[in-house]
Structure formats: structure tokens, C-alpha cells
T-cell receptor, first 111, second 111 residues
Framework: GAGVSQSPSNKVTEKGKDVELRCDPI?????LYWYRQSLGQGLEFLIY????????KSGLPSDRFSAERTGGSVSTLTIQRTQQEDSAVYLC?????????FGPGTRLTVT | DAKTTQPTSMDCAEGRAANLPCNHS???????VYWYRQIHSQGPQYIIH???NNETNEMASLIITEDRKSSTLILPHATLRDTAVYYC????????????FGSGTRLLVRP
């Protein structure tokens, strides 16, 4: 079946602009996660959605970052007033039980 | 979640077994050992997980010591496509919870 999909696959933006990254989880998966991976760095948790519960936003690096999940399915990660240090691969994952399925990621480059 | 320690890098010959160690000396009784891997330019992929018994699936085997302070992931017949960064993660068995990734082990499978 279809896996987790993310769009766009690549995004180049100018410093100060806002960007939106989209994640389509596997159908039926109740949990959705966002992570990011900076060049040469490990994966960093950002935010987690579970059903109708309040999201766990403990990993968001600043208030410029926000995310929403509409209808318990598609999620959008928004970064306002992008900075060069926001350049990274943003990964989305979804899960139903014990294993998380990751999408291919969106590579964000802030110039 | 308990912290894990893994070697920075390893290599093995194609066709041979790859044995990747992980130390998790502060693991709690309700924490499981998970393994994920990340092939270059892809999202992480779930491999296997276990609590205290040895586990095997189509991808790998997981050997956990009796005191649960360390474990070994075994790829029985490594192929070039197994070249990746392997992450050992310890976490409670909650079907939907963030993963805390360390730096992992970079495995290089040599032809």
C-alpha cells in the first residue's frame, strides 16, 4: 500500500519568507510525527499528534514553527520568517502500533 | 528514555554477518530496545524491537543480554544495500511516542 508521502521534495526559499511543508500519513494511522535532520546531524523530534489529543510540541525549536493536523490525517508544518539555520531535511512519520513509518522528507534550503 | 551507546562506525564484507552492538546500561524494566536504520537520502526504516527475549524477523535478529544492559543487531548475510546508519533506541512500549535518535553506527558493507 501507499507509504507516507511528503511535499514538496525540495524547497528553496529566501531568508525571512514563510514556508509550508505537507505530510500525508498512511491511511488509518492515528499518530503523526515531525522530525528534522540538519546536515551531518542526527534526527531531532519536533512535534507529535495522536488522535484528537493535544499535540506534543516539546521539540519545536522556536515560536516560528507550528504544525497542524486536519481531520486526523494530513499535516502541515509551517515555518515563519525562515532563517538559514532552518535549512534541513524535514521528515514526517506515522504509526498505528509500535513502528513508525517515515516519509522521504522535504529538503529545505534557506538562502 | 534510557541513553544508548553505539560505535561510530563499522564495516563488514558482503555476504558475511554484520553484528552491531548497543549498550543501554540504564534501561528500565518497561523499556524496549528498537532498531532503525537510515540509508543515505532516505527516511529511517524500522528493523526490529524486543524486550528481553531474542527476536528474529525477515530483516535481522536481535540478541538482548540477560541483564538487558546491552544488545546486538545481527544482519545474517549483509549486502551492499545494507550500508546505512543504524540507530539503537530504548523507549517505553507506547504505540505512539517520539523517537530519540542518537548518532548511530555507520555500517559500510564492502564488496
Amino acid at each position: 500500500g501507499a507509504g507516507v508521502s511528503q511535499s514538496p521534495s525540495n524547497k528553496v526559499t529566501e531568508k525571512g519568507k514563510d514556508v509550508e511543508l505537507r505530510c500525508d500519513p498512511i491511511s488509518g494511522h492515528t499518530a503523526l510525527y515531525w522530525y528534522r535532520q540538519s546536515l551531518g546531524q542526527g534526527l531531532e523530534f519536533l512535534i507529535y499528534f495522536q488522535g484528537n489529543s493535544a499535540p506534543d510540541k516539546s521539540g519545536l525549536p522556536s515560536d516560528r514553527f507550528s504544525a497542524e493536523r486536519t481531520g486526523g490525517s494530513v499535516s502541515t508544518l509551517t515555518i515563519q520568517r525562515t532563517q538559514q539555520e532552518d535549512s534541513a531535511v524535514y521528515l514526517c512519520a506515522s504509526s498505528l502500533r509500535y513502528e513508525q513509518y517515515f516519509g522521504p522528507g522535504t529538503r529545505l534550503t534557506v538562502t | 528514555d534510557a541513553k544508548t551507546t553505539q560505535p561510530t562506525s563499522m564495516d563488514c564484507a558482503e555476504g558475511r554477518a554484520a553484528n552491531l552492538p548497543c549498550n543501554h546500561s540504564t534501561i528500565s524494566g518497561n523499556e524496549y530496545v528498537y532498531w532503525y536504520r537510515q540509508i543515505h537520502s532516505q527516511g529511517p526504516q524500522y528493523i526490529i524491537h524486543g524486550l528481553k527475549n531474542n527476536e528474529t524477523n525477515e530483516m535481522a535478529s536481535l540478541i538482548i543480554t540477560e541483564d538487558r544492559k546491552s544488545s546486538t543487531l545481527i544482519l545474517p548475510h549483509a549486502t551492499l544495500r545494507d550500508t546505512a546508519v543504524y540507530y539503537c533506541i530504548v523507549r517505553v512500549m507506547d504505540s505512539s511516542y517520539k523517537l530519540i535518535f542518537g548518532s548511530g553506527t555507520r555500517l559500510l558493507v564492502r564488496p
